[in-house]
């Protein structure tokens, strides 16, 4: 649900760019927004920025300080000012623009005296929060009805509830969590009219009386005042000490990180399920403590959660960064204090849009194909994906050739409607494809990949350009090329027992298409089909010679080529059995 539409930032933290980009934009929020980047971009400083405006704080129990909350640039800039101004002179030079300011856009629902956009800007400055707050809500002429735009605007923010998760989650932020759960609760109860704590609170205020009787009447004795125990009706200062007991008796603070911070959302959620307050959700880096599979099904819940509020993220797990939807956007944080907007990811277009990162796509490049292979991943959310799974990546985006040769050669009947469910019930490992070699070869070459540790990973390329990117792949991440070409060269990565990258076998009727030797390769998947079946398909067409004497199939219709061939029987797809093979021999080493 989205609340705000634009957020301004001026002179936060790293958030200053610097004379004349002196505030950050950050526009065009969804539902669901997710912030990327390095590590010290300022994803963070979005955050407590917000949690400062909503809440009046930086991050839970931290107030305001503008030593340390002040952008440094901003600082610089004043000082040299201020210093100038003395050289000239001048006696008197107060430091006015020492302050903090942060404009939110709302996106309100209709009714009501308030428009249906409008902005409010909050300042901070040596003393704290300003109380003098601006806004661009047209007041009427009318007096009253001005007066109740005011009393509306402030009833909007109050109606506003801001949870803010930091990235650290220690003890001290759970047992903020649990007073605010257990406030709800009680809370809860006394809206029922029926207050069962309460109820008790009295029964157990009785009981006290009666045990520790002779105990105050021997003080009222010796000090001459009436004294005595009592629980508090709400009972929550009593329940704060409580904890979480999980199942066995353990307790929910003895279990893992990744299992504590499981509940965060869970309990962020029961608190405001019946609020009527609009809800936004301020959460740093989800994913920690969580192995990757796991990941997928917490994106997931915020996809959910974010039907009924806005959430606003901070990660550097793909499962989050990859989440696609109208109504969810991810960002890229980069260098905070040098640009001045902060826009959405276009990861078709490979683009940010937003000033100072239109000329970012090399390192786009490098993100474009590991998000893409997390989105696919996602898909099969629902389907039990197994931890130990194996996966096949392909440069190209004919995948279903290649399913369908594997159900061929398996002896699996299948059509156009259905193979490709049946592929993903039978087959022993995912297929995904990459949409461009230069794609796989930056995904198999990403320098970490230690969330794959209990996977294996094959990234096949074809036998035409693509041998410069095989062969290209970074000679300190991988070994030598290894084998040959009638059943399928390979190399594996050094840090991994299970990660290879393949080129596509090359048959006998083909052996001069392609070769480690050679200049140029020319030997695509769908050269791996005989001619006579691309004769009987009306997909053969004739011949070419590029760069040479050496006779080469054209092909023609490639892109509907996979649907004729259903019509093939079996033997059709036999120079596709040493690709398969060697999977097999990887995956089942």
């Known amino acids: 649900m989205k609340i705000i539409e634009k957020i301004e930032i001026r002179h936060f933290r790293s958030f200053d760019g610097g004379v004349g980009q002196t505030k950050v934009e950050v526009v065009d929020l969804k539902d669901i927004n997710i912030f990327s980047g390095a590590n010290d971009s300022g994803k963070s400083n979005i955050l407590r920025a917000l949690n400062l405006f909503f809440n009046n704080e930086i991050s839970p129990g931290v107030p305001f300080d503008l030593g340390r909350d002040l952008s440094k640039i901003q600082k610089n800039r004043s000082d040299t000012k201020a210093k100038t101004k003395r050289a000239g002179g001048k006696k008197d030079v107060r430091q006015k623009d020492l ?111 009666t045990e520790t009787q002779t105990l105050f009447d021997e003080f009222k004795k010796n000090v ?227 969330e794959f540790k209990n996977n294996k990973i094959v990234g096949v390329f074809d036998f035409d350009d693509g041998f410069d990117n095989f062969n290209g792949l970074n000679a300190s991440r991988w070994n030598p090329i290894d084998g040959d070409k009638d059943t399928c060269f390979s190399r594996k990565r050094k840090d991994h027992d299970y990660f290879y990258a393949l080129l596509i076998p090359v048959p006998q009727s083909r052996g001069s298409y392609a070769d480690i030797s050679h200049i140029h390769n020319y030997l695509s998947i769908e050269h791996l089909i005989k001619d006579a079946d691309l004769q009987t398909m009306d997909c053969f067409d004739g011949f070419t010679t590029p760069g040479g004497t050496t006779q080469i199939v054209k092909i023609k219709g490639k892109n509907n080529l996979w649907k004729k061939l259903f019509n093939l029987d079996k033997r059709a797809f036999e120079n596709f059995k040493p690709l398969f093979q060697k999977i097999d021999s990887i995956f089942n080493t």
């Open 99 to 209: 302050s903090v300011k942060i404009r939110v856009y709302f996106d309100k629902e209709q009714g009501g005296v308030l428009p249906d956009n409008f902005f409010v800007e909050k300042t901070w400055d040596k003393n704290g929060l300003n109380p003098n707050r601006k806004h661009n809500i047209k007041k009427n002429v009318d007096q009253a009805k001005a007066g109740a735009q005011e009393g509306q605007l402030s009833q909007f923010l109050n109606n506003i509830s801001f949870e803010y998760v930091p990235a650290v989650k220690d003890r001290q932020f759970f047992n903020i969590l649990f007073k605010k759960l257990q406030n709800y609760l009680f809370e809860k109860q006394d809206k029922k009219n029926d207050n069962k704590f309460t109820q008790h609170s009295s029964k157990f205020n009785d009981l006290l009386k």
């Open 224 to 450: 001459g005042i009436d004294a005595g125990f009592r629980i508090p009706e709400t009972l929550v200062d009593f329940f704060r000490t409580l904890g979480v007991e999980t199942e066995n008796g353990i307790s929910l603070f003895d279990r893992g990180d990744g299992i504590q911070a499981r509940f965060i959302p869970d309990i962020l959620n029961e608190i405001s399920k019946d609020s009527r307050k609009k809800v936004i959700w301020g959460f740093e880096e989800p994913e920690n403590s969580y192995e990757p599979l796991r990941c997928f099904e917490l994106a997931q819940d915020f996809v959910k959660y974010s039907k009924e509020k806005q959430i606003f993220i901070t990660s550097h797990a793909f499962p989050f960064i990859g989440l696609k939807g109208e109504k969810i956007a991810s960002y890229r944080v980069k260098n905070a204090s040098n640009v001045s907007k902060i826009g959405k990811i276009d990861w078709n277009q490979r683009t940010i849009k937003g000033i100072g990162f239109e000329n970012d796509t090399d390192e786009l490049e490098k993100e474009v194909g590991i998000l893409e292979m997390y989105s696919k991943l996602s898909e099969h959310l629902g389907k039990a994906v197994e931890k130990n799974k194996n996966y096949v990546f392909i440069e190209d985006s004919r995948d279903r050739i290649y399913k369908i040769a594997w159900l061929k050669l398996n002896d699996i009947s299948c059509t156009e409607s259905n193979f490709e469910k049946i592929f993903d019930e039978k087959c022993t490992f995912f297929l995904f494809q990459k949409d461009g070699k230069n794609n796989l070869q930056t995904y198999l070459d990403m320098p970490v990949i230690n």
